[in-house]
Nanobody, 118 residues
Framework: QVQLVEFGGGLVQAGGSLRLSCAAS????????MGWFRQAPGKEREFVAK????????YYADSVKGRFTISRDNAKNTVYLQMNSLKPEDTAVYYC???????????WGQGTQVTVSS
């Protein structure tokens, strides 16, 4: 049974940093795309960042480019999201997801809350 579990959310002041982790279990995802999404209250879920299976290619939403960094450790079946210079508008529930290239994401985590105070 595949499971994705996110860690690292919390409350931080504007300008601060947090590092999210998402550990996958149940199978190996080294050839899968891993991504992060977020959903703020009253808004639709939005893409944040994704990383290729090898880790050689990364993509970011314009709103987080230059502040967030996605990385992965295939030996640990884990994807990370380093978030710096956080802003109140980054407040959301953050979800990790795993999928095959060119296809909808197959698996999703339960989400972790990130709250940025002004």
């Amino acid at each position: 049974q595949v499971q994705l579990v996110e860690f690292g959310g919390g409350l931080v002041q504007a300008g601060g940093s947090l590092r999210l982790s998402c550990a996958a279990s149940g199978r190996t995802f080294s050839s899968y795309v891993m991504g992060w999404f977020r959903q703020a209250p009253g808004k639709e879920r939005e893409f944040v960042a994704k990383i290729s299976g090898s880790g050689g290619n990364t993509y970011y939403a314009d709103s987080v480019k230059g502040r967030f960094t996605i990385s992965r450790d295939n030996a640990k079946n884990t994807v990370y999201l380093q978030m710096n210079s956080l802003k109140p508008e980054d407040t959301a529930v953050y979800y990790c997801a795993v999928g095959r290239v060119g296809r909808p994401y197959d698996y999703w985590g339960q989400g972790t809350q990130v709250t940025v105070s002004s």
